[in-house]
Each structure stands twice: as C-alpha cells, then as structure tokens.
C-alpha cells in the first residue's frame, strides 16, 4: 500500500514538473521567437540561420482561428438549441423552476471553467473557448431570465452593460479570443445605443455618460491584451476588431459629447475637427518595439486611422468642407472632451516621436491644422486658406513617406506616391481643361503610378530593412 502510494506521489510530482518545464520551454520559444526580427534586421543571425531556428524551436501556437471558430461555434449551436427546448414549455413552469432552468446551466458551465482551468497548459484552445463561450451564453440568459421572471423593470442596454461588465473576467481567465471578441462589440453596441439617446432627444436625462464608461469598460480588456507579462500582442483577426470597436467607440463618444444638453436641438452635426482628433490618437496608439516592427498590414489601427485622417484631409481641400472645419474649431475647445483628445494625442505623439515613428506622425499633423489656421484665417476669405493649406499639408507628408524609405526609415512610398496622384487627379478634375487633355493627364499619370510602384519593388527586394516607423 505504501508502495502504491509512493509511486503515485512520485506520478504526480513527475507530472507537476513535465507542465512546468512545459511552460518554461514556451516562454523561452516565444521570447525567441520575438527577438528574432530584431536581430536579423540588425545582422547579428542570416535570414537563413533566423529561419533554422524558428523551425527548431518552433513555437507552438495558443490557438488558431480554427480552434477558436470550433469552440465558440459548438458552444454556441448547444446554448442556442438549450434556449430553443426551454422556450417550448417556459409557459407552463411555475417560478422556482424558472428560476432554477435560468441559474441551472449557469452553474454548470461555472463547473466545466473551474475544471477547463483545472488542466492548466494542457487543456485545448477550443476547450478554452467553448467553456468560456458557454459560460457567457449561461451568464445572459440567467440575467435575461430572472429579468423577466421578477417583471424587471431593466432595458435591454442595460442588461448588455451588466452582461460585458460580468463576462470580461472570462476572456482573462479563460484566455479566451472569442469572449474577448464577444465584449468588444458588446460595450461598442452599448455606446453607440446610449450616444443615440442623446443625439435623438430620447430620453436623455437617463443615459449613461460614455464619455467615462467607454474608456474605462475598453480597458476591461487590457488584462489579456497585451497579456499579464505585457509582452504578447493579439492576434490579427483580433486586431483588427479591437481597432474596428475602439474606432466606433470613439467617434460614438464624440458624438455623446458634441450635444449639449442645456442647448438640445433636432439637427445633429458631428464636429469634423473632433473626428480627426479620434482617428489621430487611434493612429498614434503606442506599441512596443515588436509591434513597431510588424508590417503596416498586422496595425489595423493605423490603418484605419489613417485612412480616416487622408480621407477628410483630402475633403478639406474643397473650399466649403474646409470652411465648416475651421468653423467647428472653436465650439469644440468649448467641449471638455476636446481637451481630452488633445491631451492624449499630445501624449501619444510625444511617444511616436521617441520612437521614431515619423510617418504615423505625419498622418496623425492633420487633425492638428485646423487648430493652427482658425486663428490664421482671415475674416471673409471662406475656406480657401485652410483648403490650400491642407493640399500643401497632403503633398508634404506624401513627400515624407516616400523620402522616409528612402533614407533608410520604413516609410511607406506606395501610399505617398497614391496621395500625389489622388491630389493631381482632384486638381485635374476641377480644372477649366477640355476631356480630351484630362484623359491624356490620367493615362500619364496612371503609367507614372504603375513605373513607381515597380521601381519601389525591385528596391525592396535588393535592399530589405530599415528602421521601423
């Protein structure tokens, strides 16, 4: 008996330290794995040798779009046909057995997380994410249901407020993409649903102020992101819809803010200048050496600011858009949350600068230029100030990026060498010239974009590199 015992200790013991080697072999892989890009781009390992230890200490991945996909989708196929069987006969249950069908699943999908974590490092991803999708179906039909059970009086915004506000613990425990995915649309719909309220006029003594939930319910989501010992970075699905839901956000609280409730009236108009200020600091967001280093396509965040940002850049080179901007500048520093943004873009850009991140910062000047020509704009000239100097601004930063590659930066010369051909192509297009002549502009300079674009590849691939920016 005592043999037997000893042998089982000595079992679990042995399987104790073989999880947490295991785990010490995936930190010391992953580390590898980021240092990697660095020291290849500084010569001290080949492409070659780079690439022989990737394959020998490969890493393996926390889990796939596809184990993700299985899990949440079999988890939510089983909560989705659990309602369905429950909802048949709802009518027919007295009270307690309602109540215990709602709390019933809750506390069985407390007990498959509590055993999922239980596994530690050996549990599999989809395991995660079915257990933590599960649990987060159990969590709003519990509410939901005791909601309706008890005639709560509750609104539906209310219920997804409190529903994201329980469930965020699970995407932490859980490392869990899909709840994670899950909250961010969720505390995204709620913002917008309660910046409605108070654009329509309905009810708007009532709704939440996002101006300070928002912020604070998107940083729920930090604890996994970028991950406890803030080194891992998400993936770029994951990315993607953290920047797609912080974008929404942001511009949902800058229309929150925008109204005034001593000043309501019918007509709404989102101030254009604080639009910019949003996408400026959604550009300028700071990232650790690895996530400078990443290629443009894995920073959605940059990306889609800064589409934003050239977007109303280039519409401001028309006299009356440029005209209502300078005219939005001065109700918006009346607006708390102005400063706000322009604090945090002020803060931001302070740290791009230090990094050397010179292109996000040439993007992110044009929500600044506003600010810089209201005072310089004359009395009665309109726009045409501020519409000059945003072409100027445009064909300077497009300058920027196309000499930031060719010093030895990452710059980003396609797209400097695509704004100076939408700039042409705008002017062509408002010139007094005959069809025949703006025809023959365009194919120049589609042929001019085409043998740039060429050019830029074959340099690329002869001398790859470069700082990142």
Known sequence: MEKRCGVAGHAGLGRAISIRGRRMRLIHHRWLEEQLPAWEREGLVTAEAARTLRDRYAVEPPGGLVQM???????????????????????????????????GPLAVTQAVSWWVLGRGETAKPWRR?????????????????????????EKWTDIVFWWCVVSVPLAWAMR?????????????????????????LHDAINVADVRIWFPVLLAGILPLWPGPDLRQRPRAGSRLVLAVTALVGLLAV????????????????????????????????????????????????????????????????????????????????????????????????????????????????FAILPLLAAPLSPQGAGGWPVAIAYSLALLAMAIVLIALEFVGRQGAARIGAAMIMLLVILRMADADLSLLAKGIAFIVIGCGFLAFNAFVSRRRATNPGGSPA
């Open 176 to 200: 869990s993409q899909a709840v994670a995915i899950a909250y961010l649309l969720g505390i995204t719909v709620w913002t917008v649903a309660e910046s409605l309220k108070r654009v329509n």
């Open 254 to 365: 800058t229309a929150y803010a925008t109204v005034r409730p001593a000043f309501m009236m019918p007509s709404f108009r989102l101030s254009p200048w604080l639009v910019m200020l949003s996408a400026a600091a959604l550009v300028l967001f700071p990232l650790d050496r690895g996530g400078i280093a990443e290629p443009l396509a894995r920073k959605p965040q940059v990306v889609l600011g800064g589409l934003m940002l050239v977007v109303l850049a280039l519409m401001e080179t028309y006299e009356r858009p440029a005209r209502d901007l300078v005219a939005a500048v001065w109700p918006s520093l009346q607006l708390h949350w102005c400063w706000l943004l322009l604090a945090v873009v002020a803060g931001f850009a302070v740290v791009a600068f230090r990094q050397g991140r010179f292109a996000v910062l040439a993007v992110a000047s």
């Open 129 to 153: 994410e079915a257990a933590a999708v599960l649990q987060t179906l159990a969590v709003g039909a519990a509410m939901a249901l005791v909601s309706q059970i008890y005639n709560l009086p």
């Open 69 to 103: 996909i299985v899990g949440a989708v079999g988890a939510v196929l089983i909560g989705t046909g659990l309602i369905a069987v429950l909802a048949c006969n709802w009518d027919d249950f007295p009270r307690w057995v309602r109540l215990a069908l709602a709390l």
